[in-house]
């Protein structure tokens, strides 16, 4: 069965970093685009960040403050959060699409989801 597995998240004073994991599951992730994205309550989902081969690209409000990675192994991708804001509050989720970054946002395979709350 293929499935992303997502780690990471939690309560963190603004300022503060996490790093969220996805993690592959029965398959790897050599010709997958994996998208972030996140949900606020009350807001659209939103995309944060996509790793394509060498490729990256980040949403304009986390630039300079995220980072997308994956391991060598290219079973998991990280997205590593720093200098966290209280508007970077909402469920993440990960995405992974053989078609690219773009359509990451209709994938159909997703992680369960992890709440980040900046809050102090």
């Known amino acids: 069965q293929l499935q992303l597995v997502q780690s990471g998240g939690g309560l963190v004073q603004p300022g503060g970093s996490l790093r969220l994991s996805c993690a592959a599951s029965?398959?790897?992730?050599?010709?997958?685009?994996i998208g972030w994205f996140r949900q606020a309550p009350g807001r659209e989902r939103e995309a944060v960040s996509c790793?394509?081969?060498?490729?990256?690209n980040y949403a304009d409000s986390v630039k300079g403050r995220f980072t997308i990675s994956r391991d060598n192994a290219k079973t998991t991708v990280y997205l590593q959060m720093n200098s966290l804001k209280s508007e970077d509050t909402g469920v993440y989720y990960c995405?992974?699409?053989?078609?690219?970054?773009?359509?990451?946002?209709?994938?159909?395979?997703w992680g369960q989801g992890t709440q980040v709350t900046v809050s102090s």
């Open positions: 995405a992974a699409s053989n078609l690219g970054c773009p359509a990451t946002t209709a994938a159909r395979l």
């Open positions: 029965g398959f790897t992730l050599d010709y997958f685009a």
């Open positions: 790793i394509s081969g060498g490729s990256t």
